[in-house]
Every structure is written in structure tokens, then in C-alpha cells.
């Protein structure tokens, strides 16, 4: 089962984005989910996650610019990011807390111009 992210896209520096991760019920409703991304040459980072109560943690290079949410009913997380910086630009992917391999989807490609 792969979680799959959308939403990304080519946005100015200060500007938003709404990524969302859809997945089967099963396992969204038992499991912590994440978003991570990548840097081109890098590996993945966490980037925050959102538990199956609906506590939220974040990294600290997005505290306060990024929000996640949940929707159990949808099987939807979504990732809310604003006053996006150049240093945001990378492929965000959703998967559980640990991730687990089975379950990485294509990402999606977020580009922030300066």
C-alpha cells in the first residue's frame, strides 16, 4: 500500500502550498503519519507528523510556517506550508511514523523561487 502526496508545484519565495497525502483506511486509522522530504543528493528528512489522536510535531526549520492536519473520515493528511523559503525545495513524501519502505509513494516536487 503507497501513500500518495500531491499539491506541489512551482511557487515565489514568502508564497503557499497545500500538499495532501491520501491512503487506505486501515492505515491511516492505526498509524502516526509523516511528511519528509528530500533535497536533491540528500537524504530524506522528517518534516512533521501528525498522530492518530491528532498531536502534531514539527522540525524545527518549520515550526511555525508549516501546519498538518488530519482527517481520519477522508484518509487525508494534509500539510499547510506558508512564508515558503528557497531552502524548502524538495520532493515531499508521506509515509507512517517510523516509515516504512512499502509504503513510499512518487512524492511530490515543491520548487520555491527567490
Known amino acids: 500500500v503507497q501513500l500518495q502526496a500531491s499539491g506541489g508545484g512551482l511557487v515565489q519565495a514568502g508564497g503557499s502550498l497545500r500538499l495532501s497525502c491520501v491512503g487506505s483506511?486501515?492505515?491511516?486509522?492505526?498509524?502516526?503519519i509523516g511528511w519528509y522530504r528530500q533535497f536533491p543528493g540528500k537524504q530524506r528528512e522528517w518534516v512533521a507528523s501528525?498522530?492518530?489522536?491528532?498531536?502534531?510535531n514539527y522540525a524545527g526549520s518549520v515550526e511555525g510556517r508549516f501546519t498538518i492536519s488530519r482527517d481520519n473520515v477522508k484518509n487525508t493528511v494534509t500539510l499547510q506550508m506558508n512564508s515558503l523559503k528557497p531552502e524548502d525545495t524538495a520532493v515531499y513524501s508521506c509515509n507512517v511514523v517510523p516509515p516504512r519502505k512499502e509504503y513510499w509513494g512518487q512524492g511530490t516536487l515543491v520548487t520555491v523561487s527567490s
Open positions: 483506511g486501515a492505515t491511516f486509522s492505526i498509524n502516526d
Open positions: 501528525v498522530s492518530r489522536w491528532g498531536r502534531t
